[in-house]
T-cell receptor, first 114, second 116 residues
Framework: DQQVKQNSPSLSVQEGRISILNCDYTNSMFDYFLWYKKYPAEGPTFLISISSIKDKNEDGRFTVFLNKSAKHLSLHIVPSQPGDSAVYFCAASGVGTSYGKLTFGQGTILTVHP | ETGVTQTPRHLVMGMTNKKSLKCEQHLGHNAMYWYKQSAKKPLELMFVYSLEERVENNSVPSRFSPECPNSSHLFLHLHTLQPEDSALYLC???????????????FGPGTRLTVL
């Protein structure tokens, strides 16, 4: 049973436009969410996180939105740049999960075209 | 060296071989993790160490044996692996753990393992 799902395997966007990556979760105990970016031949790199006490967190071009009632979060990248092309993973954790455990989605491949 | 490093980056081994993966973190963290990423699957947590003590063993077969001699080093000893164990093995580290939730984890580049 996959508790964190990224239903879009891939997304293609034009440079300068908005990229929206989506993530759904099923475990209502999750209260902390993270986004990671991964380039080929590198490990995932932490991008941005959000606690369940917030519904939005912004860091430069990256904004994460959390809709707790829908158990849905999204990552917005504005404006998108070719260097943003990578695999994006969402991850979740929370009270009641064991030590430091993050549950990851399967990833979305973002391609930003010049 | 900065961040989290892993060696080797690539490893090919036979089913009867014994090998070890090494991870080193230079971030002053005291929690370390092993993950497995198979093709088209999410990252799967294998082991968690906090203050050099194993606190999570996620139903991993005994042919994978972790070792954490100190807070900066983590090993994954491999023996009698199966072809289906071929995957990318990622190490990560983080600040001290608490039951209240996760901290951001910093990942190494991974070891691409192929079992023949």
């Amino acid at each position: 049973d996959q508790q964190v799902k990224q239903n879009s395997p891939s997304l293609s966007v034009q440079e300068g436009r908005i990229s929206i990556l989506n993530c759904d979760y099923t475990n209502s105990m999750f209260d902390y969410f993270l986004w990671y970016k991964k380039y080929p031949a590198e490990g995932p790199t932490f991008l941005i996180s959000i606690s369940s006490i917030k519904d939005k967190n912004e860091d430069g071009r990256f904004t994460v939105f959390l809709n707790k009632s829908a158990k849905h979060l999204s990552l917005h990248i504005v404006p998108s740049q070719p260097g943003d092309s990578a695999v994006y993973f969402c991850a979740a954790s929370g009270v009641g999960t064991s030590y430091g455990k993050l549950t990851f989605g399967q990833g979305t491949i973002l391609t930003v075209h010049p | 060296e900065t961040g989290v490093t892993q060696t080797p980056r690539h490893l090919v081994m036979g089913m009867t071989n014994k090998k070890s993966l090494k991870c080193e973190q230079h971030l002053g963290h005291n929690a370390m993790y092993w993950y497995k990423q198979s093709a088209k699957k999410p990252l799967e947590l294998m082991f968690v160490y906090s203050l050099e003590e194993r606190v999570e063993n996620n139903s991993v077969p005994s042919r994978f044996s972790p070792e954490c001699p100190n807070s900066s080093h983590l090993f994954l000893h491999l023996h009698t692996l199966q072809p289906e164990d071929s995957a990318l093995y990622l190490c990560a580290s983080s600040q001290p753990l608490s039951l209240a939730g996760a901290n951001e984890q910093f990942f190494g580049p991974g070891t691409r393992l192929t079992v023949l």
